[in-house]
């Protein structure tokens, strides 16, 4: 199976834009999905084939996707975004997350 | 209201074995393909395994494979891992999760089942 690679931390202040990247060489040919996970609580998906966001997603979260790299913004970021986020896609076998990024809101 | 219940964790010695169940209820469970996944204390989210709606197709991760079955029973909307040969490295909370109809992600978790592989 392949690697998605995540920075293991992003810090912005409130109301900024976080921008969380995952990168990986089969994602041109595979789709990405995002999800949140804050402490003590399962994950939840945020965004699905890149760019998709399902209902109840507020429409701060986007994401977006060049070459080997997918990119999860999070526009005007509220303190209730503090969580980790792992991008996920899918090999021959299963699936495949990223290392995950903990988001800091100061 | 879709939900999904693990059960089966706790305490084993390393080379023990546990099984893991996982109850699933307000939607038709022999539709969905199934899915654990695991993540290690202050550690990320790892696939594990999956098994595909009528149970004849699974796939493991390496680091489970020849170790750890996944398997389901539709009749009693449960889907199971079997986990031989423990390691230390098993040590996390397990999640099953529910595969999105027609795409690759997981749409419905559990809240987890914590298994800890110590002497």
């Known amino acids: 199976s392949y690697e998605l690679t995540q920075p293991p931390s992003v810090s912005v202040s409130p109301g900024q834009t976080a921008r969380i990247t995952c990168s990986g060489d089969a994602l041109p040919k595979q789709y990405a999905y995002w999800y949140q996970q804050k402490p003590g609580q399962a994950p939840v998906l945020v965004i699905y084939k890149d760019s998709e966001r399902p209902s109840g997603i507020p429409e701060r979260f986007s994401g977006s996707s060049s070459g080997t790299t997918v990119t999860l913004t999070i526009s005007g970021v509220q303190a209730e975004d503090e969580a980790d986020y792992y991008c996920q896609s899918a090999d021959s076998s299963g699936r495949v997350f990223g290392g995950g990024t903990k988001l800091t809101v100061l | 209201e879709v939900q999904l219940v693990e059960s089966g964790g706790g305490l084993v010695q390393p080379g023990g074995s546990l099984r893991l169940s996982c109850a699933a209820s307000g939607f038709t469970f022999s539709s969905y393909w199934m899915h654990w996944v695991r993540q290690a204390p202050g550690k990320g989210l790892v696939w594990v395994s999956r098994?595909?709606?009528?149970?004849?197709?699974?796939s493991y991760a390496d680091s489970v494979k020849g170790r750890f079955t996944i398997s389901r029973d539709n009749a009693k909307n449960t889907l199971y891992l079997q986990m031989n040969s423990l390691r230390a490295e098993d040590t996390a909370v397990y999640y099953c999760?529910?595969?999105?109809?027609?795409?690759?992600?997981?749409?419905?978790w559990g809240k987890g089942t914590t298994v800890t592989v110590s002497s």
């Open positions: 999760a529910r595969d999105a109809d027609f795409d690759y992600y997981m749409d419905v």
């Open positions: 098994i595909n709606s009528d149970g004849s197709s699974t």
